[in-house]
């Protein structure tokens, strides 16, 4: 049955995926696994993905629509929201990657709920929803700030990806006046009390502030019904309100011959020992334990910041014996994360912070560098809605135990709450290695080091004294603070020369042009916006780079095979 490209209430459907109309509309999880394609382990596909998130899956639906054949290995459970997300935010720990993991440095970074996914739809699953823009300037950080690094592609070498993202999602919102001033597919959501005391503040500090942008439906969406703002964004959206690879891209990507073998984590990526290219991916079934090996003509590893230069540094062999994609001792450097203090502000009339999407408000305002702040690089601001228990570790961050805490705890719907996203700035040293102990499936386990530097600081701190002064002009009767991070960027990062990066500007690993990387590890600079679009948006130009021939992704009959895939004519006996 062919499937209507018109959307109910006159909202246009994204051109070349079908993933909101193939939803059912009766229940929320993803129809057509029973019927998804098989691949055996000797079938040599024509690309391999490891990690199923926002990098994953977007570049399996773009190459599948281009007719490639494609195996994706997921470390987690393929979620059904019906039966394995709850609201309840205890239930909900199985969403995060919780396996082991060692952090250290002088300003550590916990890791687990708040940068890390688990399962097919990686962190997005559990993200607030949050989707803006990075701006041009986060693209030449170093040309125009004297920080960071450059990167070898440019913010308009993105934009037209960042609209079709957008429209996929799809993100609603207000006109958005900051970076490269833009609108929206969907209109804003409304607010809620808290919302509109923090915006009350801000504009009498003369700080400008808009709705979203959030990638939330407002108004059906082909089967994915309005949001109903129950507030359990960060725990699942159990509607399919919420936008996540699971509902944004994978129906089509399945539709479209793509198998994703849930429960599968990879080992190791194994080479031809006579010419260095990748010829697939050792990985072990999650239930079992049972170890396997599937070929490939190209393999891609999404698996983010932590994982993916884990799984690098891990497939040593004679030729790469310090890891793949090593040779220059890059592969798990300049690793950042985004200083995400947020500070409440308590008022006497109920707010109700809960009943919205978490992120309702947004101002960049001090996205740029401004020299007379002191530091380099600047932050966003917006409001955030934690639960309960969120509730409680930010009560307990400022001090407050036994009856103090109780007592805070009772008070929760006069509260609201400020977050800033804080552009870290990327160090060599803040790095991801591979620590002594193995975890259970025989992997050495990763160990993140970070420490700040002091134009980190100086931001931090900037940032905390803004939200501060907008609590204060809002009226606010007390306020609390907790000092936190947020997203986790870079680890393989792309540029300009093997000398320096890991990739170049067509996540092509030097040296290996059949391995490819596509996820937020590859990030050069971490702007002041959360990750999640602009991975996608990177994901949708490799795929279309691949899918129109721009790029090669492989050498000798690895290249001719995927020539052939792209062409459109591989035969059944080629296949």
């Keep these: 049955m062919k499937l209507s490209r018109q959307f109910l209430k006159g909202s246009t459907a994204p051109l070349e995926n079908d993933s909101a109309l193939l939803l059912d509309v009766h229940r929320r999880g993803v129809p057509g696994r029973e019927r998804m394609r098989r691949f055996r382990d000797e079938d040599e596909v024509d690309l391999l993905i490891v990690g199923c998130g926002a990098g994953g899956a977007v570049l399996a639906q773009r190459l599948a629509r281009a007719g490639w054949r494609i195996v994706v290995l997921e470390r987690g459970p393929f979620w059904d929201p019906d039966t394995d997300w709850v609201s309840d935010e205890e ?62 592609l440019s913010y308009w070498d993105l934009k037209p990806h960042y609209e079709r993202v957008e429209r996929e999602l799809p993100v609603a919102g207000q006109h958005w006046p900051w970076g490269d ?79 994703i073998r849930s429960g599968s984590m990879a080992q190791q990526i194994e ?116 639960l309960p228990i969120g509730w409680a570790e930010h009560v307990l961050a400022d001090g407050h135990r036994g009856a103090a805490l109780r007592e805070y705890m009772r008070d929760y719907n006069h509260w609201a709450v400020l977050g800033s996203l804080c552009e870290l700035l990327p160090l060599p040293d803040n790095r991801v290695t591979l620590a002594a102990e193995n975890d259970q499936f025989g ?84 702007g002041s916006a959360n990750p999640a679009l602009t991975i996608m948006a990177l994901a949708s130009r490799l795929g279309e780079r691949l899918s129109t021939k721009r790029i090669q992704a492989g050498k000798g009959d690895h290249e001719r095979s995927i020539a052939r895939v792209r062409a459109g004519r591989l035969s059944e006996e080629d296949r």
């Design 443 to 526: 992997m050495p386990v990763a160990r993140f080091d970070y420490t700040q530097c002091d134009n980190d600081r100086a931001n931090i701190a900037f940032a905390k004294k803004t939200m501060h002064a907008i609590w204060d002009t809002a009226g606010a009767q007390d306020v609390l603070t907790i000092d936190r991070y947020a997203h986790l960027v870079g680890g393989c990062r792309m540029g300009q020369d093997a000398e320096s990066s890991v990739i170049d500007a067509d996540h092509r690993v030097w040296g290996t042009p059949n391995l490819l990387i596509c996820d937020g590890s590859v990030m050069p600079t971490q």
């Design 271 to 386: 080479l031809d020992a006579a010419n260095g290219q990748a010829t697939g991916v050792s990985y072990v079934e999650v239930e079992t334990g049972r170890g396997r090996f599937q070929r490939a003509a190209v393999v891609a590893v999404c698996g983010y910041s932590i994982e993916s230069p884990r799984l690098l540094l891990h497939s040593t062999s004679k030729r790469f014996p310090r890891g793949l994609a090593n040779a220059n001792d890059q592969v798990g450097r300049y690793v950042m994360v985004q200083g995400a203090t947020q500070v409440a502000g308590r008022f006497p009339e109920l707010l109700r912070m809960y009943k919205a999407p978490p992120p309702e408000l947004s101002s960049e305002d001090f996205y740029e560098t401004d020299a007379s702040r002191g530091f380099a690089r600047g932050f966003s601001i917006q409001t955030v809605s934690p």
């Design 181 to 259: 001033p833009h609108s929206y597919p969907h209109g804003p959501h409304p607010i809620c009390g808290a919302a509109e005391r923090a915006w009350t503040g801000a504009r009498a500090h003369g700080i400008e502030m808009r709705v979203g942008p959030v990638a939330i439906t407002n108004g059906v969406f082909g089967n994915r019904p309005h949001c109903i703002y129950r507030g359990f964004c960060l725990q699942g959206c159990k509607v399919n309100a919420k936008a996540s690879p699971l509902v944004t891209h994978v129906p089509d990507a399945i539709a479209h011959g793509v198998e």
């Design 91 to 152: 239930g909900s720990h199985d969403l995060y990657w919780t396996d082991k993991r060692i952090i250290g440095g002088s300003d550590p970074v916990e890791l687990g709920k708040n940068n890390s996914g688990h399962g097919v739809g990686g962190s997005m699953v559990h993200y607030a929803g949050y989707t803006p823009r990075f701006h041009p300037s986060d693209f030449e950080t170093h040309t125009r700030d004297g920080v960071g690094s450059d990167w070898p």
